[in-house]
């Protein structure tokens, strides 16, 4: 799937403040959760019909 949606490193610098602190277990990877979680509003998609580059769609929905 070719058309996915990736946020730049511009607005992921810019959205960094708001991210939570890690506590002990190590954060999976930002950039790749929150273009998943824009992807599945914008295209209006069930959480379980994620693409699976963004990862599980279980922690789409839980951030």
Do not use: C
């Not at 607005?11 to 599945?40: A, M, N, T, W």
């Amino acid at each position: 799937m070719s058309d996915l949606f990736w946020l730049t490193d511009e607005q992921i610098e810019r959205l960094r403040p708001f991210f939570p602190k890690s506590h002990g277990r190590p954060r999976v990877d930002d950039r790749r959760v929150l273009s998943g979680i824009v992807f599945v509003n914008r295209n209006g998609l069930r959480w379980r019909d994620a693409p699976s580059e963004y990862g599980p769609y279980k922690t789409l929905y839980n951030r």
